[in-house]
Nanobody
Framework: QVHLVESGGGLVQPGGSLRLSCVAS????????MNWYRQAPGKEREFVASIFSRGDRRNYADSVKGRFTISRDNAKNTMSLQMNSLKSEDTDMYFC?????????WGPGTQVIVSS
């Protein structure tokens, strides 16, 4: 059974940093491209960042380029999102995601609040 569990969210001041983690199980993590998405109440879920299975290619939404870094540790079945220079507009629920055979898998999310 597939499980994705995010952690690391919290309250941080503008300009601060947080590191999110996603622990995966129930599938071959090392062969699977992974993504981070985020969503605010009443808004559509939006893409944040992606990383290929070997970690050799990464993509970012324009809104987070230069501030966020996605990474993974295939030995630990873990993906991370280092978020620096956080802004109030980064306040969202952040989700770990992958797609396999046209099926989307999501974690329950972790809340990030950027506020002074």
């Amino acid at each position: 059974q597939v499980h994705l569990v995010e952690s690391g969210g919290g309250l941080v001041q503008p300009g601060g940093s947080l590191r999110l983690s996603c622990v995966a199980s129930g599938f071959t993590f090392s062969s699977t491209g992974m993504n981070w998405y985020r969503q605010a109440p009443g808004k559509e879920r939006e893409f944040v960042a992606s990383i290929f299975s070997r970690g050799d290619r990464r993509n970012y939404a324009d809104s987070v380029k230069g501030r966020f870094t996605i990474s993974r540790d295939n030995a630990k079945n873990t993906m991370s999102l280092q978020m620096n220079s956080l802004k109030s507009e980064d306040t969202d629920m952040y989700f770990c995601h992958f797609q396999l055979e046209a099926i989307d898998y999501w974690g329950p999310g972790t809340q990030v609040i950027v506020s002074s």
